[in-house]
């Protein structure tokens, strides 16, 4: 417009910014919410702005790319801080036997398709091997969002991409001997090649091994936190550039870097000073990947895309799930490991990127290439939906039980963290107590340190006959799950009614509901703890034992006045109709509940 000037680089630098901020604030936490995950979002984020805002840092989306790489570095750098030497090394058969069936596998299986559809079959094998690699960053994250990393099936991902990251370097020695306008490489030329990397990881491990602790050491010394998080991110970077030189990926150089301080005493301070850029870099990758899938070429080969990623998603699945099997892994393990690698990977784009740069793939394949690699990188969260389909129901283990010993005058349902502190003051007193848990490892970890414990489900009538239930003086309901230990309080209540019911509460909901069913005792399984916690941190600050005493009856005597009034709120206002049915509650039962949950400051115990 006349009379506007244009905008400066930093005014565009701080519009774009804004931008994927924005963009990462609407749509991660949507995408959340929903359940589809916070990778999902980003990537969607990335895609509204780069191709439906057209903002101009969608102009260069691949400029974007390559530094938000530095998310994925972080991230392998964060995993190699938790992977001692001794564990990686325990890992090598699934890192270089499965690595490499997975590799030569999924590249031959997704070579046939280009092949058989008429391209050469030098293109159609980098373009099959391309395509072999998964997404280290979406696959390790996801695994790190599900808790399933240390997993059977998490360890063998790991390895696989571990491996994969290892391959960079002679996938492109491959690129530069099939380059159509080069003669043949020499010989020599590889073998200096890999010896340079070879060199570079042996340099790398030294100065992980005999420099690294000692300059944190000095560092740390300094008492200055910024310059320990600016020595950490130092370290992450040399290590990656180290490994660029080497002709490997800057992930490789981190990880091994995170390995070498794994033993470090300086590890939990360098992963904490590296975490926030590390979330804040895989997100602004993620969303660069987004940005990347150009929405023209979708839609002027749209049929095509679709019908790639139709066809190399199941094939590379079915070929992972082959490799795995035939090399022993059980059938579960391997369909989960399938389904998480099915789709291709971030480093596709620069080996794909290479072989445009040599001659081999023009640019328009390679555009179509890197718009299926993104796709399938968007819809694998979905793919991974599939898993639960293919998995066999492992059989129940059981225990053939034998109750005839089980005449307890106490009754323990559930043999947990909580249930076995429980027992052990009825134990020393020489009380009769019989115990039942479902967990049949459980029961047998018991039985080898000598603890009798029947296995039986409480929540079925039987079980809680066979036990004893009929006979016992108190049933105490030690399970961890409050749904299953209202089902029990039923059970007992209305077939078992000579015994008193003490019962493990979850949260103070729960409280509320078994207040309203008239147990005779019951207990928030983190309450008394944090009271007597307290407790002793007045007491290391100076108070007198009295104040300290008087201090937390008044708090407990609050707190269960507070708890009266939401039981009669539930009752009045019926809340939670699926939890137990209340009875009606005599005034003076508060009062009785009072006296029972007064503890001793000093011994911790009740006072009856």
């Given at each position: 417009?006349?009379?506007?000037?244009?905008?400066t680089?930093?005014?565009?630098?701080?519009?774009?910014?804004?931008?994927?901020?924005?963009?990462?604030?609407i749509?991660?936490?949507?995408?959340?919410?929903?359940?589809?995950?916070?990778?999902?979002?980003?990537?969607?984020?990335?895609?509204?702005?780069?191709?439906?805002?057209?903002?101009?840092?969608?102009?260069?989306?691949?400029?974007?790319?390559?530094?938000?790489?530095?998310?994925?570095?972080?991230f392998?750098?964060?995993?190699?801080?938790?992977?001692?030497?001794?564990?990686?090394?325990?890992?090598?058969?699934?890192?270089?036997?499965l690595?490499?069936?997975?590799?030569?596998?999924?590249?031959?299986?997704?070579?046939?398709?280009?092949?058989l559809?008429?391209v050469?079959?030098?293109?159609?094998?980098?373009?099959?091997?391309?395509?072999?690699?998964?997404?280290?960053?979406?696959?390790?994250?996801?695994?790190?969002?599900?808790?399933?990393?240390?997993?059977?099936?998490?360890?063998?991902?790991?390895?696989?991409?571990?491996?994969?990251?290892?391959?960079?370097?002679?996938?492109?020695?491959?690129?530069?001997?099939?380059?159509?306008?080069?003669?043949?490489?020499?010989?020599?030329?590889a073998?200096?090649?890999?010896?340079?990397?070879?060199?570079?990881?042996?340099?790398?491990?030294?100065?992980?091994?005999?420099?690294?602790?000692?300059?944190?050491?000095?560092?740390?010394?300094?008492?200055?936190?910024?310059?320990?998080?600016?020595?950490?991110?130092?370290?992450?970077?040399?290590?990656?550039?180290?490994?660029?030189?080497?002709?490997?990926?800057?992930?490789?150089?981190?990880?091994i870097?995170?390995?070498?301080?794994?033993?470090?005493?300086?590890?939990?301070?360098?992963?904490?000073?590296?975490?926030?850029?590390?979330?804040?870099?895989?997100?602004?990758?993620?969303?660069?990947?987004?940005?990347?899938?150009?929405?023209?070429?979708?839609?002027n080969?749209?049929?095509?895309?679709?019908?790639?990623?139709?066809?190399?998603?199941?094939?590379?699945?079915?070929?992972?799930?082959?490799?795995?099997?035939?090399?022993?892994?059980?059938?579960?393990?391997?369909?989960?490991?399938?389904?998480?690698?099915?789709?291709?990977?971030?480093?596709?784009?620069?080996?794909?990127?290479?072989?445009?740069?040599?001659?081999?793939?023009?640019?328009?394949?390679?555009?179509?290439?890197?718009?299926?690699?993104?796709?399938?990188?968007?819809?694998?969260?979905?793919?991974?939906?599939?898993?639960?389909?293919?998995?066999?129901?492992?059989?129940?283990?059981?225990?053939?039980?034998?109750?005839?010993?089980?005449?307890?005058?106490?009754?323990?349902?559930?043999?947990?963290?909580?249930?076995?502190?429980?027992?052990?003051?009825?134990?020393?007193?020489?009380i009769?107590?019989?115990?039942?848990?479902?967990?049949?490892?459980?029961?047998?970890?018991?039985g080898?340190?000598?603890?009798?414990?029947?296995?039986?489900?409480?929540?079925?009538?039987?079980?809680?006959?066979?036990?004893?239930?009929?006979?016992?003086?108190?049933?105490?309901?030690?399970?961890?799950?409050?749904?299953?230990?209202?089902?029990?309080?039923?059970?007992?209540?209305?077939?078992?009614?000579?015994?008193?019911?003490?019962?493990?509460?979850?949260?103070?909901?729960?409280?509320?509901?078994?207040?309203?069913?008239?147990?005779?005792?019951?207990?928030?399984?983190?309450?008394?703890?944090g009271?007597?916690?307290?407790?002793?941190?007045?007491?290391?600050?100076?108070?007198?034992?009295?104040a300290?005493?008087?201090?937390?009856?008044?708090?407990?005597?609050?707190?269960?006045?507070?708890?009266m009034?939401?039981?009669?709120?539930?009752?009045?206002?019926?809340?939670?109709?699926?939890?137990?049915?209340?009875?009606?509650?005599?005034?003076?039962?508060?009062?009785?509940?009072?006296?029972?949950?007064?503890?001793?400051?000093?011994?911790?115990?009740?006072?009856?």
């Open positions: 417009m006349p009379g506007v000037d244009a905008p680089p930093m005014e565009i630098m701080f519009w774009e910014a804004l931008a994927l901020i924005i963009g990462a604030c749509f991660v936490p949507l995408f959340k919410r929903l359940g589809l995950g916070t990778i999902l979002g980003y990537l969607a984020s990335g895609m509204a702005i780069g191709g439906f805002l057209s903002l101009g840092v969608a102009k260069h989306p691949q400029e974007l790319l390559h530094f938000a790489e530095f998310g994925v570095v972080l392998l750098f964060v995993i190699g801080l938790e992977l001692k030497p001794s564990r990686l090394w325990a890992m090598r058969h699934d890192i270089f036997v690595g490499l069936a997975q590799m030569l596998v999924c590249g031959f299986v997704l070579t046939l398709p280009p092949l559809y008429g050469r079959w030098q293109v159609s094998m980098i373009i099959g091997l391309g395509l072999a690699l998964s997404s280290t960053a979406l696959v390790m994250q996801v695994l790190e969002e599900s808790g399933e990393r240390a997993s059977e099936h998490g360890r063998k991902i790991f390895a696989i991409l571990l491996f994969q990251d290892l391959a960079i370097v002679p996938l492109l020695l491959l690129l530069q001997v099939m380059a159509p306008a080069a003669t043949e490489i020499a010989v020599s030329e073998l200096i090649r890999v010896a340079v990397a070879i060199t570079s990881i042996a340099v790398l491990i030294a100065v992980g091994k005999f420099l690294l602790d000692p300059m944190f050491h000095l560092l740390a010394e300094a008492k200055m936190p910024e310059i320990m998080t600016a020595s950490a991110l130092g370290v992450v970077i040399a290590a990656a550039l180290l490994m660029d030189l080497a002709g490997m990926s800057y992930a490789m150089g981190a990880f870097a995170g390995v070498m301080l794994a033993e470090s005493s300086y590890r939990h301070e360098v992963e904490a000073n590296i975490e926030p850029f590390r979330g804040l870099f895989l997100g602004l990758f993620f969303m660069a990947v987004g940005m990347s899938l150009d929405l023209r070429i979708v839609a080969n749209w049929v095509l895309i679709l019908v790639a990623v139709a066809i190399a998603l199941p094939l590379k699945t079915v070929a992972i799930y082959g490799a795995m099997r035939v090399l022993g892994t059980p059938h579960n393990p391997a369909v989960q490991s399938a389904f998480a690698l099915s789709q291709h990977g971030e480093f596709g784009f620069v080996l794909f990127a290479s072989a445009v740069g040599i001659g081999l793939i023009n640019s328009h394949s390679a555009s179509q290439l890197v718009a299926i690699v993104t796709l399938s990188m968007a819809i694998s969260p979905f793919v991974c939906r599939l898993t639960p389909i293919f998995l066999r129901r492992a059989a129940p283990d059981t225990i053939d039980e034998d109750f005839s010993d089980a005449n307890g005058r106490v009754l323990i349902i559930g043999f947990g963290r909580f249930g076995q502190v429980v027992s052990q003051p009825l134990f020393a007193r020489d009769d107590v019989t115990i039942i848990d479902s967990d049949p490892q459980r029961v047998r970890d018991a080898r340190f000598g603890f009798r414990i029947h296995f039986g489900d409480g929540t079925r009538r039987d079980v809680l006959r066979a036990s004893g239930a009929a006979n016992a003086s108190l049933i105490a309901i030690c399970v961890d799950k409050p749904d299953q230990a209202s089902h029990i309080v039923r059970i007992v209540q209305s077939t078992f009614p000579q015994a008193k019911v003490f019962v493990r509460s979850y949260d103070r909901r729960h409280s509320v509901q078994l207040l309203n069913a008239q147990v005779d005792y019951s207990i928030r399984e983190t309450y008394e703890s009271l007597l916690m307290s407790a002793k941190a007045l007491t290391a600050l100076g108070f007198e034992d009295d300290i005493a008087e201090t937390i009856a008044d708090v407990r005597t609050r707190d269960l006045d507070r708890l009034r939401q039981a009669d709120d539930a009752r009045a206002h019926a809340v939670d109709a699926a939890t137990l049915k209340p009875k009606p509650l005599r005034k003076p039962a508060w009062r009785k509940i009072l006296r029972r949950t007064r503890i001793d400051i000093k011994t911790g115990f009740n006072k009856r």
